[in-house]
T-cell receptor, first 113, second 114 residues
């Protein structure tokens, strides 16, 4: 059974710092991995989708990497801003009849001005 | 990406009552999903609602408790029936165009049962 773990559970950094969020999964047989952002009490905003054949994806200040064989992904945020404060979730698509997503519990990021 | 509208955004309900949550998409999509996010937890899939077929429920979720409708390719509803305080959660609808495509989410419905 696929399990997704995100470490740390919470992270507080000063504005301007570069940071890395981690996501690990137990079954390397995935089709893709997606990173989301969730603001308190709200829905999820898709940040990046990495297909299993890809090593990394970039969008603005965000860079996500994927090492399928070791069951790891990282989300790198450059020059963090207070507006980046949110919970970041990763989810893996392990296939199946519907391509169900398995989510981690998230990393709650706080960027201090 | 498609715009997904969920209603209501939040509600406070009495135990024993039912609430129907609506999910409207501004384009036609085949795959629609309903998730639950309990306080402090991650997302758990309730069911997959593909148009033209019965909803497929995940282990631990049953149709009598969470009936789903999917009348067309742009709309779905999830009903939370006979609510108890344990049903207090954020409920989210999600869409994908294909099994391995990018997932998009609505803004969620924050439900509190008292």
């Amino acid at each position: 059974k696929q399990e997704v773990t995100q470490i740390p559970a919470a992270l507080s950094v000063p504005e301007g710092e570069n940071l890395v969020l981690n996501c690990s999964f137990t079954d390397s047989a995935i089709y893709n991995l997606q990173w989301f952002r969730q603001d308190p009490g709200k829905g999820l905003t898709s940040l990046l989708l990495i297909q299993s054949s890809q090593r990394e994806q970039t969008s603005g200040r965000l860079n996500a990497s994927l090492d399928k064989s070791s069951g790891r992904s990282t989300l790198y945020i450059a020059a963090s801003q207070p507006g980046d404060s949110a919970t970041y979730l990763c989810a893996v698509n392990g296939g199946g009849s519907q391509g169900n997503l398995i989510f981690g519990k998230g990393t709650k990021l706080s960027v201090k001005p | 990406s498609a715009v997904i509208s969920q209603k209501p955004s939040r509600d406070i309900c009495q135990r024993g009552t039912s609430l129907t949550i609506q999910c409207q998409v501004d384009s036609q999509v085949t795959m629609m999903f309903w998730y639950r996010q309990q306080p402090g937890q991650s997302l758990t899939l309730i069911a997959t609602a593909n148009q033209g077929s019965e909803a497929t429920y995940e282990s631990g979720f049953v149709i009598d408790k969470f009936p789903i409708s999917r009348p067309n390719l742009t709309f779905s509803t999830l009903t939370v029936s006979n609510m108890s305080p344990e049903d207090s959660s954020i409920y989210l609808c999600s869409i994908r165009t294909g099994r391995y495509s990018e997932a998009f989410f609505g803004q969620g419905t924050r439900l509190t049962v008292v």
